[in-house]
Nanobody, 118 residues
Framework: QVQLQESGPGLVKPSQTLSLTCTVSGGSITTNDYYWNWIRQPPGKGLEWIGYITYSGSTYYSPSLKSRTSISRDTSKNQFTLQLSSVTPEDTAVYYC??????????WGQGTQVTVSS
């Protein structure tokens, strides 16, 4: 059973960089054919896909967030990290990490609330 756990600050000031880490257990982030995603849900809105890093370390980002987004990984810790720069209050959301493979989002973290406020 794969488990994902998000961690990071719950409060970020405007213009700063949001940084979250997803720690994966029960499976390796280098296992073939799995993609490791970041997804968010702003208050009162639907889910918004942010981007992913693949089992081989390639990345792909949502076009609307690409200029501010970076996803990286630490294979020795079995973790992957989201950095979102120049945040505004519109980046306030619950942020999730999730594993995608074989056409499904198979496993999700429980989500972490991030509020952007001065």
């Amino acid at each position: 059973q794969v488990q994902l756990q998000e961690s990071g600050p719950g409060l970020v000031k405007p213009s700063q960089t949001l940084s979250l880490t997803c720690t994966v257990s029960g499976g390796s982030i280098t296992t073939n054919d799995y993609y490791w995603n970041w997804i968010r849900q702003p208050p009162g809105k639907g889910l918004e896909w942010i981007g992913y890093i693949t089992y081989s370390g390639s990345t792909y980002y949502s076009p609307s967030l690409k200029s501010r987004t970076s996803i990286s990984r630490d294979t020795s810790k079995n973790q992957f990290t989201l950095q979102l720069s120049s945040v505004t209050p519109e980046d306030t959301a619950v942020y999730y990490c999730a594993q995608y493979g074989y056409k499904y989002f198979n496993y999700w973290g429980q989500g972490t609330q991030v509020t952007v406020s001065s």
